[in-house]
């Protein structure tokens, strides 16, 4: 079956500290693989996505690369910013009908 | 904004009740999903329709259904609530549905049952 694991939270660093988020998944077939990120009181937004293996996604500072062979997508920032703060769901697109599946998102906060 | 509308945004409701959420998904998007956040389980997929087809469906009870009109927008019926049913529900569109396309998320309802 489909799933995704991500790292337990929260997570709280200090602002232009370095930031992993690890994402492992399980899928049938080739998935596309999302970051969706989710502030305070809204919805998620679509933060990054790499549809085949070895392509990076990146946005706002944020990159993930999509790796084959450990089946990972982990999240990195160089420098986080308190605007930053928020949580973050790794997500996966099966190739069945584009459902997805989520990890259990991951807090970050931090602090100036 | 991500162009998908959910009404409404706050409900409260007592056990035993019947709600209906509503979604407006972006322009031109065929495809709606719906998705259940709690704090206890996540985010869990509920059912997903293309242009009026249900397409996959998820953990959803048996006490919910949903539907898509023509117009494409969707409801999301709730009934026998229980207190347990709390939660943040969200609707998502995308453009078709097809493998790798993004899915754009509403704001949520916030749904409390007392």
């Known amino acids: 079956g489909n799933s995704v694991t991500q790292m337990e939270g929260p997570v709280t660093l200090s602002e232009e500290a370095f930031l992993t988020i690890n994402c492992t998944y399980t899928?049938?077939?080739?998935?596309?693989l999302f970051w969706y990120v989710q502030y305070p009181g809204e919805g998620l937004q679509l933060l990054l996505k790499?549809?085949?293996?070895?392509d990076k996604g990146s946005n706002k500072g944020f990159e993930a690369t999509y790796r084959k062979e450990t089946t990972s997508f982990h999240l990195e920032k160089g420098s986080v910013q308190v605007s930053d703060s928020a949580v973050y769901f790794c997500?996966?697109?099966?190739?069945?009908?584009?459902?997805?599946?989520f990890g259990t998102g991951t807090s970050l906060t931090v602090i100036p | 904004d991500s162009g998908v509308t959910q009404t409404p945004k706050h409900l409260i409701t007592a056990t035993g009740q019947r709600v209906t959420l509503r979604c407006s998904p972006r322009?031109?998007?065929?495809?709606v999903y719906w998705y259940q956040q709690s704090l206890d389980q996540g985010l869990q997929f509920l059912i997903q329709?293309?242009?009026?087809?249900?397409?996959a469906k998820g953990n959803i009870l048996e006490r919910f259904s949903a539907q898509q009109f023509p117009d494409l927008h969707s409801e999301l019926n709730l009934s026998s609530l229980e207190l347990g049913d709390s939660a943040l529900y969200f609707c998502?569109?995308?453009?078709?549905?097809?493998?790798?396309?993004?899915?754009?998320f509403g704001e949520g309802s916030w749904l409390t049952v007392v």
């Open positions: 790499a549809t085949k293996a070895d």
């Open positions: 899928a049938t077939g080739y998935p596309s």
């Open positions: 322009s031109g998007d065929l495809s």
């Open positions: 998502a569109s995308s453009v078709d549905g097809v493998f790798g396309n993004t899915i754009y």
């Open positions: 997500a996966l697109s099966s190739n069945t009908g584009n459902q997805f599946y």
């Open positions: 329709y293309y242009n009026g087809e249900e397409r």
